[in-house]
């Protein structure tokens, strides 16, 4: 009988995870182990490629184990933490060092005085990104500027995104990237399929030290027999919010969803064509199959589920996640409180990596229901942000599908339709980045022809309505424009 499984990594920033699916898209089974964040001072975040190998390493065994063996995973498919770099030894695999995590924002001078140069322009238009600390070129950049075992690596030093780390390790040597994930490098021009040698030299990265950039579907290489007992395929690869983007079902030109993760992802299908934004989103590669690219239109947001991991490991305002949905339910309205999550700078559409977080509004009635409740309709308010630029760049959303653990909570579900205004379809299975890879892993093995066919591995959807005056959802956007103005002019 034919190998009828497909294993999932699913690299993220606080965990990683083996999953493993049928190809009819249902879940048999999850290993998961948590990742430890370092935060060396304000501004810096690192992860240990190590434990990412290791702990990876692990909950694939254990799904591959319950799975009855090698033999039985048709193909693996990966998803990752994107922009997050890590540097290698080419010959044994091992980190020279830390892995600078995308929420780093060490590189923030280097990328100011590139604007100031008049240079932002030329890189919009060759990447579709804009120069910022989150991308991957600086942080190489960077790397070899001021870690001096990476630069005495000379032949053997190997850069790479996490998947690109990850494959490296798997297959014993092949290095390799995604389209997906190269595009967020601002390395890789969005309309060529190489590294681009002008951004090469504008962030001093040699390109010999640089993966292929290959398809997200396809044959991607093999394990090496020694870590599974047999090699598996490795059939398909994309950064998180593509991944998720697929999962989703967003196959055709408008189609839009929202991740809310660590941060917050939104990107709508754009086609064959590569967007060009004029109001601050991205650009990017949303997956690309036989050489041919579909690109999407994307806006970021740097904190959302890490907002309520704050408030329940560092200020103790909740003891649960599950708790802030509690809290929100039990005041009537805010209290006149806002919360600007800027804890790790601003991304889309204002971009402000120097941005610091803000309550406003506090008074001796607010409570700590009150300052919950604003954390959680920040969610809402910075979607509705970036509804406005997208819908200023010619995409207007008619409805968002939403995604990652944060969705879980009723309460901001039906308050992202209040303050969108527009219906908002909740999946009954939440995990559509793992999906989304497995359906690039189905095509890429040649289970299914196409996403479209793939799509079949995909559950029903749960839609919430809009359900507040328009004066009530004005008076609440009003008050959020307001307290950011007060963020920005700092």
């Given at each position: 009988?034919?190998?009828?499984?497909?294993?999932?990594?699913?690299?993220?920033?606080?965990?990683?995870?083996?999953?493993?699916?049928?190809?009819?898209?249902?879940?048999?089974?999850?290993?998961?182990?948590?990742?430890?964040?370092?935060?060396?001072?304000?501004?810096?975040?690192?992860?240990?490629?190590?434990?990412?190998?290791?702990?990876?390493?692990?909950?694939?065994?254990?799904?591959?184990?319950?799975?009855?063996?090698?033999?039985?995973?048709?193909?693996?498919?990966?998803?990752?933490?994107?922009?997050?770099?890590?540097a290698w030894d080419k010959r044994n695999g091992e980190p020279l060092c830390k892995a600078i995590v995308w929420q780093d924002r060490r590189t923030a001078k280097m990328c100011d005085e590139l604007k100031a140069k008049g240079l932002e322009s030329m890189v919009q238009a060759k990447t579709g990104l804009l120069l910022?600390?989150?991308?991957?070129?600086?942080?190489?950049?960077?790397?070899?500027?001021?870690?001096?075992?990476?630069?005495?690596?000379?032949?053997?030093?190997?850069?790479?995104?996490?998947?690109?780390?990850?494959?490296?390790?798997?297959?014993?040597?092949?290095?390799?990237?995604?389209?997906?994930?190269?595009?967020?490098?601002?390395?890789?021009?969005?309309?060529?399929?190489?590294?681009?040698?002008?951004?090469?030299?504008?962030?001093?990265?040699?390109?010999?030290?640089?993966?292929?950039?290959?398809?997200?579907?396809?044959?991607?290489?093999?394990?090496?027999?020694?870590?599974?007992?047999?090699?598996?395929?490795?059939?398909?690869?994309?950064?998180?919010?593509?991944?998720?983007?697929?999962?989703?079902?967003?196959?055709?030109?408008?189609?839009?969803?929202?991740?809310?993760?660590?941060?917050?992802?939104?990107?709508?299908n754009s086609g064959e064509t590569a967007p060009r934004s004029e109001n601050r989103l991205l650009s990017t590669v949303l997956y690309q199959w036989n050489g041919k690219r579909t690109y999407a239109l994307e806006g970021s947001v740097f904190v959302a589920g890490s907002l309520m991991q704050w408030l329940r490991d560092?200020?103790?305002?909740?003891?649960?996640?599950?708790?802030?949905?509690?809290?929100?339910?039990?005041?009537?309205?805010?209290?006149?409180?806002?919360?600007?999550?800027?804890?790790?700078?601003?991304?889309?559409?204002?971009?402000?990596?120097?941005?610091?977080?803000?309550?406003?509004?506090?008074?001796?009635?607010?409570?700590?229901?009150?300052?919950?409740?604003?954390?959680?309709?920040?969610?809402?308010?910075?979607?509705?942000?970036?509804?406005?630029?997208?819908?200023?760049?010619?995409?207007?959303w008619q409805s968002l599908r939403i995604d990652g653990g944060m969705v879980a909570n009723d309460w901001m579900v039906q308050d992202l339709a209040d303050i969108l205004d527009i219906p908002v379809e909740r999946p009954e299975f939440f995990e559509t980045t793992a999906l989304g890879a497995a359906m690039l892993a189905?095509?890429?093995?040649?289970?299914?022809?196409?996403?479209?066919?793939?799509?079949?591995?995909?559950?029903?959807?749960?839609?919430?309505?809009?359900?507040?005056?328009?004066?009530?959802?004005?008076?609440?956007?009003?008050?959020?424009?307001?307290?950011?103005?007060?963020?920005?002019?700092?």
């Amino acid at each position: 009988m034919a190998a009828q499984q497909i294993l999932v990594i699913d690299e993220g920033t606080t965990s990683t995870r083996a999953m493993l699916f049928g190809v009819d898209g249902k879940l048999h089974g999850s290993q998961q182990e948590e990742l430890q964040q370092y935060y060396p001072s304000a501004g810096l975040v690192e992860h240990d490629a190590t434990e990412i190998w290791d702990k990876t390493l692990r909950c694939c065994q254990k799904m591959i184990e319950q799975a009855g063996g090698a033999e039985k995973i048709a193909a693996i498919g990966i998803t990752n933490q994107r922009e997050t770099i890590v540097a290698w030894d080419k010959r044994n695999g091992e980190p020279l060092c830390k892995a600078i995590v995308w929420q780093d924002r060490r590189t923030a001078k280097m990328c100011d005085e590139l604007k100031a140069k008049g240079l932002e322009s030329m890189v919009q238009a060759k990447t579709g990104l804009l120069l910022d600390p989150y991308f991957s070129g600086s942080k190489i950049g960077w790397m070899l500027k001021n870690w001096p075992e990476v630069g005495a690596a000379g032949d053997n030093l190997a850069f790479g995104t996490i998947e690109s780390y990850l494959i490296f390790r798997l297959t014993g040597g092949t290095h390799i990237t995604d389209a997906s994930n190269a595009s967020r490098t601002m390395l890789m021009a969005l309309d060529e399929n190489d590294w681009d040698d002008e951004l090469l030299r504008l962030f001093d990265v040699p390109r010999k030290t640089l993966p292929d950039i290959v398809d997200c579907a396809g044959d991607l290489g093999k394990t090496s027999p020694a870590l599974f007992g047999a090699p598996i395929a490795i059939c398909g690869s994309a950064g998180d919010q593509q991944a998720a983007t697929i999962g989703q079902a967003c196959l055709d030109v408008g189609q839009t969803k929202a991740t809310f993760g660590t941060g917050a992802f939104i990107l709508t299908n754009s086609g064959e064509t590569a967007p060009r934004s004029e109001n601050r989103l991205l650009s990017t590669v949303l997956y690309q199959w036989n050489g041919k690219r579909t690109y999407a239109l994307e806006g970021s947001v740097f904190v959302a589920g890490s907002l309520m991991q704050w408030l329940r490991d560092e200020v103790r305002l909740i003891s649960y996640a599950g708790e802030s949905e509690e809290l929100a339910r039990s005041v009537d309205d805010n209290g006149g409180v806002y919360l600007v999550p800027a804890l790790s700078g601003l991304g889309a559409p204002h971009w402000k990596a120097d941005a610091t977080a803000a309550i406003s509004g506090l008074s001796f009635s607010t409570t700590k229901a009150h300052i919950v409740r604003a954390a959680l309709e920040a969610m809402a308010y910075q979607c509705h942000d970036l509804k406005t630029a997208f819908s200023a760049d010619g995409t207007d959303w008619q409805s968002l599908r939403i995604d990652g653990g944060m969705v879980a909570n009723d309460w901001m579900v039906q308050d992202l339709a209040d303050i969108l205004d527009i219906p908002v379809e909740r999946p009954e299975f939440f995990e559509t980045t793992a999906l989304g890879a497995a359906m690039l892993a189905a095509v890429g093995s040649g289970i299914y022809e196409s996403l479209g066919d793939a799509s079949v591995m995909i559950t029903g959807l749960e839609t919430y309505h809009p359900d507040i005056t328009a004066s009530g959802r004005n008076l609440r956007i009003e008050g959020w424009n307001k307290a950011m103005q007060t963020v920005l002019q700092d």
